[in-house]
């Protein structure tokens, strides 16, 4: 019933939507001659938000069409590398007029609800000095009933598959909720002794141990039993989608739930991007539209994962408390020695709260201490670790030195 009350809301404010955006482009319209007054500009900027938060918001493009090294423009275009129901594995390949031997990294974008679009700035950062592979992870209502569930294991699954393809000597960077998945990859491996094992394993804002820096997230997650969130958050692909039948954690719920966690914030963006249109002020304009129109793009979730991941991360702590197994196999972090591992917290990360993710640290115990690195950003929330001045000033560089100053192997 929910996707239907979900198409049936778009239905009814589509006059809506079309009169905002022709009151917008009417105030806006260059040969209307007030068209930059003070008060034309906020009228358009008004309308504009309300046209958007009654839009159907689609998967975005990556749009990296070039990256600047050494003062040079280098074109960059998206390569498939390996492609499955679930998830694509993206090359940014830089057609660089002279090969450069740059550290090899595989981006684990975050599965929980937003497209892989969604760290476009992070990836356009590593492109200056890396050779950059990413998770494109598919929207589940899209996904025919015929290719099965998606769950926890087959998303380290699917990682060890990532990892093969793209060949030894890689970096991992996993972005928030991979945290977990990502660690028990390269266990596995590591236990393994395969010469594929990543070189590195970087962590940022990740849900390793939940049990500490409680966050409105962890307190959701630890105050109902599982049936609960399968009976509230659990609906079916109705039959207009290719995934019909699929049980699935809808996207709109989990934008909802961010929102809320900071409605204050997203209200205070909103007055701030309607007086800087209305000062003249593009820039921060653009940067606002950018983030919303990625921000509100949502997609689906197997069930299976969703369940899993609540269960797994935030109810069991099976990780921290030595439990967890993957099909049948005990997970040992402690397999993990000759690997740098490298955590960042934001200080202001109300998502993933302080100590969760250096929790890593602890976890893999016997990690030399010349291979790690454990790094805090006070003054940053959880989107600032992946996107905006912190990052490109201060979080990507320092990646960069790690892995490059990093001689495990």
């Not at 989990?254 to 701030?272: E, V, W």
């Not at 989107?383 to 960069?400: D, H, V």
Request: glycine share 8%.
């Amino acid at each position: 019933m929910l996707y239907h009350a979900i198409e049936a809301q778009y239905l009814a404010l589509t006059p809506f939507r079309i009169a905002a955006d022709t009151w917008r482009n009417l105030l806006a319209h260059p040969h209307n001659p007030l068209s930059e007054t003070t008060l034309h500009r906020a009228g358009a900027a008004a309308f504009e938000i309300m046209g958007r938060a009654a839009r159907r918001h689609g998967r975005p493009e990556f749009g990296i069409a070039s990256v600047t090294i050494d003062g040079e423009t280098v074109p960059v275009r998206e390569k498939l590398i390996h492609g499955e129901p679930f998830c694509r594995l993206i090359q940014f390949e830089r057609l660089l007029e002279k090969p450069r031997k740059d550290p090899k990294i595989l981006l684990v974008a975050p599965l929980s609800g937003h497209f892989a679009t969604l760290v476009r700035d992070t990836i356009e950062s590593l492109l200056i000095s890396h050779d950059v592979y990413v998770t494109d992870w598919q929207d589940a209502r899209e996904v025919p009933l015929s290719d099965g569930r998606f769950g926890f294991a087959d998303y380290v699954d699917v990682l060890h598959r990532c990892i093969r393809h793209i060949g030894p000597g890689v970096s991992m960077l996993a972005i928030c909720q991979p945290a977990p998945a990502a660690i028990v990859a390269t266990s596995l491996m590591a236990e393994a002794k395969d010469p594929l094992t990543p070189r590195n394993l970087i962590i940022m804002g990740g849900p390793v141990d939940t049990r500490v820096g409680t966050t409105e997230v962890t307190r959701l997650a630890q105050s109902h039993p599982i049936s609960a969130f399968e009976a509230a958050a659990v609906h079916n692909v109705p039959p207009i989608h290719p995934g019909n039948g699929r049980r699935v954690y809808p996207g709109l719920l989990q934008l909802s739930g961010f929102m809320s966690l900071n409605p204050d914030r997203h209200l205070k963006a909103h007055i701030d991007f309607l007086w800087a249109h209305a000062k003249g002020d593009d820039q921060f304009a653009r940067a606002h539209r950018r983030f919303y129109e990625e921000y509100l793009a949502v997609m689906d979730l197997d069930a299976q994962f969703y369940l899993d991941t609540v269960s797994i991360v935030f109810q069991e702590h099976a990780l921290m408390k030595g439990t967890l197994k993957h099909r049948g196999h005990l997970v040992d972090p402690t397999a993990i020695r000759n690997v740098g591992l490298m955590t960042v917290e934001g200080g202001r990360d109300d998502i993933t709260g302080t100590g969760q993710c250096h929790a890593a640290q602890e976890l893999c115990a016997r990690i030399p201490d010349k291979l790690r690195l454990q790094v805090t950003e006070d003054k940053v929330g959880h989107y600032g670790l992946f996107s905006g001045r912190s990052w490109r000033e201060r979080i990507s560089p320092a990646i960069g030195a790690f892995i490059r100053g990093n001689k495990a192997s």
